[in-house]
């Protein structure tokens, strides 16, 4: 099976940054989409940021100018640079790959890693 494990959340200063980690380790051969979502108290759950298997990139408008999402094939792993954090970016922030293509089963499948929360703060 397939196991993700993000890394990188924090308590970070108005202004800051933080880069996300989110490692996918199993027998996979593709991935369609990789996917930032976070999710703050009170709040439903907010797609941030994609990027597809061919390298196409789209963003949440709030975050826009400021994240960037990127991957590393050979890793299997999708990084979220956050820049300029304001208070609004808190939330518990969830890595999400969509289309795991395994080479055991060659059949795809979706998976979710644990969140990792980031606080922006004075």
């Known amino acids: 099976q397939v196991q993700l494990v993000e890394s990188g959340g924090g308590l970070v200063q108005p202004g800051g940054s933080l880069r996300l980690s989110c490692a996918a380790s199993?027998?996979?051969?593709?991935?369609?989409?990789m996917n930032w979502y976070r999710q703050a108290p009170g709040k439903q759950r907010e797609l941030v940021a994609s990027?597809?298997?061919?390298?196409?990139?789209n963003y949440a408008d709030s975050v826009k100018g400021r994240f960037t999402i990127s991957k590393d094939n050979v890793e299997n792993t999708v990084y979220l640079q956050m820049n300029s954090l304001k208070p609004e970016d808190t939330a518990v922030y969830y890595c999400?790959?969509?289309?795991?293509?395994?080479?055991?089963?060659?059949?795809?499948?979706?998976?979710w890693g644990q969140g990792t929360q980031v606080t922006v703060s004075s």
């Open positions: 999400n790959l969509d289309g795991v293509l395994l080479t055991t089963t060659w059949s795809e499948y979706d998976y």
């Open positions: 199993g027998s996979i051969f593709s991935i369609r989409v």
């Open positions: 990027i597809t298997n061919g390298g196409s990139r």
